[in-house]
């Protein structure tokens, strides 16, 4: 391929894009999940996204789960997830594309029948059209 004249362009500096991953590819992977309309109902205007290992760790619960530690319910810890991140993104006293926010979960263990304190982050980035899109992960993710 030819190289842009447009000494200005990011193809001229980088040259031809090798190759893209969209949010919506993620999505439709099961690399992110869609929280679905908890999301706004907990007053997040924002597209959300939660990653794969934090649903894992923070969200996933099955009636097996249940059975073995301390009833509760997938839609119940949902909830949580997501407003405690509405919460911090109201509270927040800052301007930053990184939150970092606190809840309480049973660690999905198999024996664990108390709450433990967890750390998330959210992180608020371009979506696939350029629009603000918010992503919550574990705070060893990138």
Not at 12 to 17: E, K, N, R
Not at 88 to 113: H, N, W
Not at 117 to 127: D, F, N, Y
């Amino acid at each position: 391929m030819s190289k842009p004249s447009n000494p200005q362009s990011a193809e001229y500096f980088f040259g031809d894009v090798i190759s893209t991953y969209t949010r919506a590819q993620a999505i439709a992977d099961g690399v992110l999940i869609d929280p679905g309309d908890v999301a706004k109902e907990a007053g997040i205007l924002w597209p959300v996204a939660i990653t794969a290992e934090a649903w894992a760790d923070c969200v996933a619960w099955t009636d097996a789960d249940s059975e073995r530690q301390v009833y509760q319910d997938q839609s119940g810890r949902l909830w949580d997830v997501v407003y405690m991140a509405s919460h911090a993104i109201r509270t927040c006293k800052r301007q930053s594309s990184e939150l970092s926010f606190q809840m309480y979960r049973v660690p999905r263990d198999g024996t664990s029948v108390e709450s433990e304190l967890m750390t998330l982050k959210l992180i608020v980035g371009p979506g696939d059209a350029g629009e603000p899109v918010i992503t919550m992960l574990l705070p060893h993710q990138n």
